[in-house]
């Protein structure tokens, strides 16, 4: 593959990775990984919720189908269907008529970055919030009637955790190690760049003739994921 296919395929990887709303568990995680094997065989498994590895319990799986703040005339100030940062990750389920008073302590900002969403996770602790731009915020401040506030998300207890996997053996035992984070939402420095860096790397270690080493290659959710890996 020469350099600019090689871009054109990474570019590709980017722009149908990047829209996938990714967590900690969940439908996000295996749409990804199901991806991932267009380019590299990759194995997967199921960790189920509230297992215990080592010291950590695997939390229950959690979906979002919708979640949005509209305005008095139902228009969407911020809707997670145009960026699915905007909720805070593994928030509870939330159907409510709000004043921005009651609402702000829920709003998460970057006042320094006024055109950024931040990236804010409540996985081990059960609450809810919204993740907005400094403009977002203005506009719900300055809203003149009730907010009306909606995540549309569940939690399983029946669900899972899903770690993908491929192992080339090489013609000795030792191995090289390498794992990539694969719960990011759309955050393309912090977590896509390594999970396409990885496929790509396995991609050519897979087609190349039988390595030294072994290699295994982990797609995990961070922390939690090498742990139940391990436990």
Known sequence: MNAISELSVIREMLNNLFPIARSLTGEGNRRTLEYLQQFVPITT????SGQKVFDWVVPDE????AAWIAGPTGERLVDFEECNLHVVGYSTPVNE???FTELEPRLHTLPDLPHAVPYRTSY???DWGFCVTQEQYQ???ASPGPL???IDSKFDAKGSLTIGELVVPGSRKEE???STYICHPS???DNLSGVVTTTLLASEVHKSAKPIHTWRFLFVPETIGPIAYRG
């Open 176 to 178: 090289i190690l390498v």
């Open 45 to 48: 498994r199921e960790i189920p």
């Open 139 to 141: 506009r719900l401040k």
């Open 187 to 189: 955050m393309a420095n």
């Open 148 to 150: 009306e506030v909606v």
């Open 97 to 99: 008529r709000l004043t």
């Open 62 to 65: 959690w979906e979002i189908r």
């Open 124 to 126: 081990y602790k059960r």
